[in-house]
T-cell receptor, first 111, second 115 residues
Framework: GQSLEQPSEVTAVEGAIVQINCTYQ??????LSWYQQHDGGAPTFLSY????GLEETGRFSSFLSRSDSYGYLLLQELQMKDSASYFC????????????FGAGTQVVVTP | EAGVAQSPRYKIIEKRQSVAFWCNPI?????LYWYQQILGQGPKLLIQ????????DSQLPKDRFSAERLKGVDSTLKIQPAKLEDSAVYLC?????????????FGSGTQLSVL
């Protein structure tokens, strides 16, 4: 089957670093994406890893290891505005490439 | 650049009634998606259009849900008749198209409550 698994919630203090892990199961996919969604808001694209390794975008970094079927999103220098849900997602190669999302990780940033 | 527009923002109906949602994607985006997001879950794809053709509707409950994309631009999603379990946020998204389908742009969604 095809699935993505992430922790349901992570809590951290302002200024800290948070890592959100995503493990997945699929016979083939193009890459791993990450989206952020604030309560009541629209999901917004954060990053995409087509190849193994680390991609850095400002305070956020994303990592992919295809051999381990694993990826993560790293949030550095946490700010209150980073409190949101974060979703990993992939497009599988056995369909027309629909983007399938994990259940999401709620990040709670405390003062 | 204007984002993905959706309306209405909220809708409350009784079970067995009908409802329709409208979406206007970003200009020039060939691919349009409708996702259903139940509270506490990730978005689930209902239907994906490439221009005005359907490329994936495998998870669309076709006995009650229908969707169309007029002239490859605007789209409407309809539920008839609604069930209690249809209560969710319906998100429309668009992307440039083949080769650029990793970055989806989402609208603010329509929150549907079925009583």
């Amino acid at each position: 089957g095809q699935s993505l698994e992430q922790p349901s919630e992570v809590t951290a203090v302002e200024g800290a670093i948070v890592q959100i892990n995503c493990t997945y199961q699929t016979s083939g996919f193009y890459g791993l994406s990450w989206y952020q969604q604030h309560d009541g808001g629209a999901p917004t694209f954060l990053s995409y890893n087509a190849l193994d390794g680390l991609e850095e975008t400002g305070r956020f970094s994303s990592f992919l290891s295809r051999s381990d079927s694993y990826g993560y999103l790293l949030l550095q220098e946490l700010q209150m505005k980073d409190s949101a849900s974060y979703f990993c997602a992939f497009r599988t190669t056995d369909s027309w490439g629909k983007l399938q999302f994990g259940a999401g990780t709620q990040v709670v940033v405390t003062p | 650049e204007a984002g993905v527009a959706q309306s209405p923002r909220y809708k409350i109906i009784e079970k067995r009634q009908s409802v329709a949602f409208w979406c206007n994607p970003i200009s020039g985006h060939a691919t349009l998606y409708w996702y259903q997001q139940i509270l506490g879950q990730g978005p689930k794809l209902l239907i994906q259009f490439q221009n005005n053709g359907v490329v994936d509707d495998s998870q669309l409950p076709k006995d009650r849900f229908s969707a169309e994309r007029l002239k490859g631009v605007d789209s409407t999603l309809k539920i008839q008749p609604a069930k209690l379990e249809d209560s969710a946020v319906y998100l429309c998204a668009s992307s440039l198209g083949q080769g650029y389908n990793e970055k989806l742009f989402f609208g603010s969604g329509t929150q549907l409550s079925v009583l």
